[in-house]
Antibody, heavy 115, light 107 residues
């Protein structure tokens, strides 16, 4: 069956870097792009962007240009989200979700930012 | 960007009641709309895609309808396990955009 399994919770300090993984199984990884979605505590869902898993080309939503980077390890069917120079407002749960209809979601990765 | 206006933002309903949640897009989205259910501490679960196509394994009491700008999710007979927050998503046009969510609680 199709699964997206994300890496575990992270506790980071402001200014640090975090890299979250999303490992796909049950389908051909390069056939479907991967979205990233942010959910701040008690808030709704916000699309961050997506990565074309065939070409490796990332596309970022306007609010996520600059400190955010999507990447792939295609041989491992894994997508990554890296956030540099962490800020308090980055504290959230981050989800990967398979394009285009977001039919499949990872379980989420909680990133806590605290000095 | 396409704005998705979801209503109501919260609601109480009784077990067995018919429940309808709506999403209105700021422009025609050609039925490229999904509905999700999210429970506390969990990832969203996809219920409906393409406006009215039920995901395998989702109970048949859930249904989606609509076209153009206006869409709805209906639960024909509310069960306790249906509590949660429901979101719509349009994926017709870049960027994909979510509705603000509907918190459904049992009366």
């Amino acid at each position: 069956q199709i699964q997206l399994v994300q890496s575990g919770p992270e506790l980071k300090k402001p200014g640090e870097t975090v890299k979250i993984s999303c490992k796909a199984s049950g389908y051909t990884f390069t056939n479907y792009g991967m979205n990233w979605v942010k959910q701040a505590p008690g808030k709704g869902l916000k699309w961050m962007g997506w990565i074309n898993t065939y070409t490796g080309e990332p596309t970022y939503a306007d609010d996520f240009k600059g400190r955010f980077a999507f990447s792939l390890e295609t041989s491992a069917s894994t997508a990554y989200l890296q956030i540099n120079n962490l800020k308090n407002e980055d504290m959230a749960t981050y989800f990967c979700a398979r394009e285009a209809s977001f039919a499949y979601w990872g379980q989420g990765t909680l990133v806590t930012v605290s000095a | 960007d396409i704005k998705m206006t979801q209503s109501p933002s919260s609601m109480y309903a009784s077990l067995g009641e018919r429940v309808t949640i709506t999403c209105k897009a700021s422009q025609d989205i050609n039925s490229y709309l999904s509905w999700f259910q999210q429970k506390p501490g969990k990832s969203p679960k996809t219920l409906i895609y393409r406006a009215n196509r039920l995901v395998d394994g989702v109970p048949s009491r859930f249904s989606g309808s609509g076209s153009g700008q206006d869409y709805s999710l209906t639960i024909s007979s509310l069960e306790y396990e249906d509590m949660g927050i429901y979101y719509c998503l349009q994926y017709d046009e870049f960027p994909p955009t979510f509705g603000g969510g509907t918190k459904l609680e049992i009366k």
